[in-house]
């Protein structure tokens, strides 16, 4: 499994290092994470594990509910994306992120033609009901790509050629844009000599139902056995509070198993929590 767990020691370091320069202002907490080598041994080897896997798990890292040292952590990885977005779980949500009911299997900002390479999810709190709620799930691209080469070799080539239209009102909840942005483009692409993939469905319906346009029954049935397939592939896993889940985010789709709330007597909410953020491809 693509879990690294770091030791009781060197969670200790991190912890120790973390509380010290959580008072430094960014760029200086920046300048030593870059050099500090606790933390770039962390890196090296989530770095080598998504080489080779697309997506790690890093467990006891010894930091939690710290934006300052995450974001100086993701800067490791590539050019930052520009914040970590605080995401809890509401009745009322306006976006999928804190939708309590589960997430479909989605690249982030897919509408986004250069969407960022890398995605970076921490548990800040879990889910108030238990470990049978809020499973993140992740099927690497690759192993999509295999499967159907021996056993659909139609529906890969609809994936390659087939353009599906996306609709979003800026790019994120955070972009502070409402511009629409429409793309159409096929789920498979290459990408530098390797496979990337581009899909998130509730942007392809948002199309549809914006336009008043029907989708086809050729185009639900490709999207149907696409989704199927990707289920088959997916493997998942629970985060605990302070696991950090990573994701090449042009070789894998990412979802969220449904979560729960809970209602205090004050009426405020209780609810999973994260932090979630992104890189760009570095150079």
Known sequence: MA??????????????LANRISVFVQPEIDAFIQQDK????????????????????????????????????IKLFGRFYGVVEYTGIKVDCV?????????????????DLNNP???????????PNGSAFGWNGVVRIDDVFEYLSLHDKDLLDELFSHRFPMLSYGISAYSGSCEEIVL????????????KVRFDLSRIKHFYFKKEIKMSDEEKLILDKFLSICQQLRKHYYLCSGDILIVDNHRTLHDREET?????????LISREIFVSFAYEKG
Not at 184 to 195: A, R, V, W
Not at 260 to 268: K, M, P, V, Y
């Open 117 to 127: 390479k890398y995605t970076f999810i921490q548990v800040l709190s879990e889910d």
């Open 3 to 16: 879990i690294l767990s770091i030791s009781n020691k060197l969670n200790a370091q991190i912890a120790s």
């Open 184 to 195: 159409q483009e096929p789920i498979f692409t290459y990408h530098n000599d390797k496979l």
């Open 95 to 111: 976006y999928t992120g804190c939708n309590y009911n589960s997430l479909t299997l989605h690249n982030d900002d897919a509408i």
């Open 260 to 268: 729960t709330i809970e209602l205090d007597e004050d009426g405020s």
């Open 38 to 73: 606790h933390f770039l041994l962390i890196y090296q080897s989530a770095e080598k594990i998504l080489g080779n896997n697309c997506f790690v798990c890093i467990r006891n890292i010894g930091f939690n509910r710290n934006k300052a040292i995450l974001e100086a952590f």
